[in-house]
């Protein structure tokens, strides 16, 4: 089992940069996938990226390919997303969630998911 908090996010202009990151406990963090989804007011969770165990594969949603990067340092049980050209329609609370097999089946569905931190407010001011 593990435990995933997130931490980094905070108010931006429209256009800035943030750095979330996903911080892992356990010394088996490494063999997780990792993945974040985001939930603005009044709208369903939704798939932001994700990458799998050793970061071979990695996933974005395509509003944020080119702008966000996900990476991960596995000696400090640590997962990063980099976001940046932030824009207002990307304010949501931002989650982490941790799975072994999500690479293995719907990797964008949050039940594939078992794993789910308390999630981070981001806000982007236009």
């Known amino acids: 089992q593990v435990q995933v908090a997130e931490f980094g996010g905070g108010l931006v202009q429209a256009g800035g940069s943030l750095r979330l990151s996903c911080a892992g406990s356990g010394r088996t963090f490494s063999i997780y996938d990792v993945g974040w989804f985001r939930q603005a007011p009044g709208k369903e969770r939704e798939f932001v990226s994700a990458?799998?165990?050793?970061?071979?594969?990695?996933l974005y949603l395509d509003s944020v390919k080119g702008r966000f990067t996900i990476s991960r340092d596995d000696a400090k049980n640590t997962v990063y997303l980099q976001m940046n050209s932030l824009k207002a329609e990307d304010t949501a609370i931002y989650y982490c969630?941790?799975?072994?097999?999500?690479?293995?089946?719907?990797?964008?569905?949050?039940?594939?998911?078992?794993?789910w931190g308390q999630g981070t407010q981001v806000t982007v001011s236009s």
């Open positions: 990458i799998s165990s050793g970061g071979g594969s990695l």
């Open positions: 969630a941790a799975s072994t097999t999500a690479f293995f089946g719907e990797t964008r569905n949050s039940r594939v998911w078992a794993y």
